[in-house]
Structure formats: structure tokens, C-alpha cells
């Protein structure tokens, strides 16, 4: 799931290569004619906002696993720098449009979307996403108690490719998320990381130790990684995390945020025989901030309770593009990932 497309949507020409690259990623991910047809609508919709609204905004396609079933699924993410949506539920209204656009509207593509969510702040700019199942949304259905999982993944110099992959497994009380950043960047490094997400699936049920030592199995073959592994076991409030590599890693409780370990070494190449696991206690108020080292070392955590109850992928989309600027360009593949309890629709 390394393919990534990162469009940038400086004229109306550009609207057009977001509908394509949405059509592309609906292919790869084996979504049914309907559903491609509705990736594409929302594609184009976002991408117009942006054109008509926003300064130096784009359109960044991942393929992601369904928060339904294991499949695949297509995730719609664009951000911008603009003037913000001064009011926010007046443009999420179904059919609303400030301009003459296709008239679907935010409102209506988060009624066509399996999942949507906002974030505007005025003078900031505004983050959406939307995700796209195989099947059609089931509405009035209630909301998990868990927390969920959400990330954005952008490769170098929007390449094809991204280096860097997140997973993450759910058993029973306990939820695991993994983020694996291969050495270098390009096929190689995806090879790498996509490898480590595959192989968490087998072994999820097993303590972040365990799961890092079987990893520095599995990726010999490969380049090796950067690996961290994050397990919350739901019942008992506690957060286990074990980190090798160049991976950052952040929780945010009780209004606070700290920092989490990881160690040197390479998983698959280079790995200490043990490494330390941190243990920290998880609340319903926890939130949980997983990055590779495209990320600025000295990223500012958000204090912004509105931001802070969004879908998490909304989350990680905004700590991305608050991150950086162009004056400090990400000199690597970049991937944010965020566990927490976060709303969305």
C-alpha cells in the first residue's frame, strides 16, 4: 500500500490529474465501478475547493485498510494554507457550494463518503478527508467505543512510492499499530516497510517485544527498517511501546504530551537482542502520535481541543503541514500516524 499519489492543485488543469489519480487508486484497490464513480465525484470536489480557495493546496491519495473489513480502501486528503472556512457548518450543509462548482459540496461528499472530516481554522488553512470502501456507507449505525486509527503517507518529491507503511490489527481488547520506515527511500525502502506491515497481522497478538523480533526475521531479506510498535490493551488502560530506529513517537494525557523511546539499530539488519518496552497508562483521553523522520525533529504538539476531536488521519494531516513550510522542505519520505477517539463522521 507504498503507492501514493501527492497532486498539487495550482490551476484548473490540475482538478482533472486529482479525478485521474482518484480512478487509479479506485483501480488498485479493486473498488467496483459505483464506488470508483464516487471517489472520483469527491476527488474533483475537493480539488475545485482548493483551486477556488485555497493558497498552495493538494490532493494526497493513499490506499488504506477499511476500518470495515480488511480490504482496501481509498483515502482522499487535502490540505491547504488558505484563509480557513469561516463557518464550518454552514459549508458542510448538503449541496451547499460558495462558487459555481460541480454543486456537490463538502456536505454531500461526506454523505457519498464511507467516512468524512473537517478541520478549518480562519488564517490557517483546512484539512479534509474522505475515505472510500468497496461498499456504499451504512448511516445510523453506532460508533465504535475503541479508538481508531488514521494516518497520511507522502513520499519524497512526490514519488510514486513511499518508503514508510502503517498498520495496525485489532483483536479482542487489544489494538496494535505499527509504523515501519524503510531504509533510504523508493521501491527498496517500500519493499521494506510494506513487508513489516504485512507480517503484524500474524504476530499482533504478541507483546511489542516479541513482535520486533520476529520482524528482524522477516526483513532480512530486505533493507531493513525503522520500526515502532504500539499495543493498547483496552481493558487494563495501558499502552505498551517498543520503537528501533529513527521513528518519533508521542502521547498525549491528561492535557499533557511526552515523548516515547525507541533505540538505535535497524529491524532486519542492525537490531539490539532486547529492547526496552515503555509502558504508559491509556485513557479515554489519550491520543497517540506515531511519525517517521521526514517529520521536523522539533514539531509543536496542538493544544487544540477542537482539532484534538477530529477523525485521526484529519489529525495527522494538520501536525504534517503545520510541521514543515517551504523554507524546510522534508528531506525524506513522511508518514503521521495517530491512535485516539477522535469523532469524524
Known sequence: ??????????????????????????????????????????????????????????VIINLVESAHDHRTAVQLLSLDHGPGIPDV????????S??????????????????????????????????????????????????????VNVPLGRAE?????WGRVHTGDRLTLLLADGLGHGAKAAEASTTAVAELRDVADR??????????????????????????????GLL????????????RTDGGWKSLLSHPG??????????????????DDSLLVLHSDGMPTRWSPPDDAVLLRRDPAVVAAVLLRD????????????????LGRGAGS
Open 207 to 236: 507483546p511489542p517485544s516479541d513482535i520486533l523480533r520476529h520482524l528482524g526475521r522477516a526483513l532480512r531479506r530486505t533493507r531493513g527498517a525503522a520500526v515502532a510498535v504500539a499495543q493498547v490493551e483496552l481493558d487494563s
Open 98 to 151: 460558495t462558487s459555481a462548482t460541480l454543486g456537490a459540496g463538502l456536505g454531500t461528499c461526506r454523505r457519498i463518503a464511507n467516512a468524512f472530516d473537517l478541520h478549518s481554522a480562519v488564517g490557517r488553512g483546512t484539512v479534509a478527508v474522505a475515505r472510500i470502501d468497496h461498499d456504499p456507507a451504512v448511516r445510523g449505525s453506532s460508533p465504535s467505543p475503541h479508538p481508531r486509527a488514521g494516518g
Open 1 to 58: 500500500m507504498s503507492r501514493v499519489w501527492d497532486v498539487p492543485v495550482a490551476d484548473s488543469t490540475r482538478v482533472r490529474d486529482v479525478r485521474v489519480a482518484a480512478e487509479e487508486a479506485s483501480a488498485r484497490a479493486g473498488l467496483p465501478p459505483q464506488r470508483t464513480a464516487t471517489a472520483a465525484l469527491v476527488a474533483t470536489e475537493l480539488a475545485t475547493n482548493l483551486l477556488r480557495h485555497a493558497d498552495d493546496g493538494h
Open 323 to 338: 510541521a514543515g513550510s517551504a523554507a524546510r522542505p522534508a528531506g525524506d519520505d513522511t508518514c503521521v500516524v495517530v
Open 266 to 283: 535497524i529491524v532486519g539488519a542492525q537490531a539490539p537482542a532486547t529492547v526496552p518496552v515503555q509502558r504508559e497508562p491509556w485513557r
Open 89 to 96: 457548518a454552514q459549508a458542510m450543509r448538503d449541496g451547499y
Open 240 to 251: 505498551r511501546f517498543a520503537g528501533i530506529g529513527n521513528v518519533g513517537a508521542r502521547l
Open 161 to 165: 512510492h513511499s518508503g514508510d507503511s
